[in-house]
């Protein structure tokens, strides 16, 4: 069974960076096209960014373009969000799941992907 968990959130002031790690246990990511989404209260689970199992095709929503970058590392079956030019918009519960084969994953809906992490809190404030 796949298990997914993130890390690496955090408080930071507008304009700081932040790297979200994905990391994956009992099974490999290689297989997987990965997405990272994110919910703030009240509000819903939106599409942040996602990438291809092999990593050579990523996209990102129109807020994020720009500043999110995400990546993978086969060997740490981990992947990445690095996120640059935080904005306080930025700010919530940060999830990774993986992309149901088969899915249209790459437009980042929540219904095509499965596996889901608990998620890693990112607050952008001053």
């Known amino acids: 069974q796949l298990q997914l968990v993130e890390s690496g959130g955090g408080l930071v002031q507008p304009g700081g960076s932040l790297r979200l790690s994905c990391a994956a246990s009992g099974f490999t990511l290689d297989y997987y096209a990965i997405g990272w989404f994110r919910q703030a209260p009240g509000k819903e689970r939106e599409g942040v960014s996602c990438i291809s199992s092999s990593g050579g095709s990523t996209n990102y929503a129109d807020s994020v373009k720009g500043r999110f970058t995400i990546s993978r590392d086969s060997a740490k079956n981990t992947v990445y969000l690095q996120m640059n030019s935080l904005k306080p918009e930025d700010t919530g519960v940060y999830y990774c799941?993986?992309?149901?084969?088969?899915?249209?994953?790459?437009?980042?809906?929540?219904?095509?992907?499965?596996?889901w992490g608990q998620g890693t809190q990112v607050t952008v404030s001053s």
């Open positions: 799941a993986a992309g149901l084969h088969g899915s249209s994953w790459y437009h980042l809906l929540v219904s095509d992907f499965a596996s």
